[in-house]
Nanobody, 120 residues
Framework: QVQLVESGGGLVQAGGSLRLSCAAS????????MGWYRQAPGKQRELVATITWGGSTNYADSMKGRFTISNDNAKNTVYLQMGSLKPEDTAVYYCKLGVTTRDYYPLNYWGKGTLVTVSS
């Protein structure tokens, strides 16, 4: 019933920039937050950044100053602007959606992921 469509991944050189997008659609009662996580080869999935629909943001320490998360409430969309990219940023980036159901139960959804490759 709920779909997350990610876009914007690709191949860039070190020092370059990319903007990721994730649009949520379907039967959504209320969005609590959306965010981005990433998983590099041989490593566990880690937090990149989240943003609540109330406007609060949270970043992993290694992303601060380089990445910026934002949202468009009307379009149920979250963005991740990535700058000063490093080879270490190479990973599959996953969109996460947190919603509240009609009976006020929290529920999470994950996108399929979009690949970001940073060459040196």
């Amino acid at each position: 019933q709920v779909q997350l469509v990610e876009s914007g991944g690709g191949l860039v050189q070190a020092g370059g920039s990319l903007r990721l997008s994730c649009a949520a659609s379907g039967s959504i009662f209320r969005i609590n937050y959306m965010g981005w996580y990433r998983q590099a080869p041989g490593k566990q999935r880690e937090l990149v950044a989240t943003i609540t629909w109330g406007g609060s943001t949270n970043y992993a320490d290694s992303m601060k100053g380089r990445f910026t998360i934002s949202n468009d409430n009307a379009k149920n969309t979250v963005y991740l602007q990535m700058g000063s990219l490093k080879p270490e940023d190479t990973a599959v980036y996953y969109c996460k959606l947190g919603v509240t159901t009609r009976d006020y139960y929290p529920l999470n959804y994950w996108g399929k992921g979009t690949l970001v490759t940073v060459s040196s």
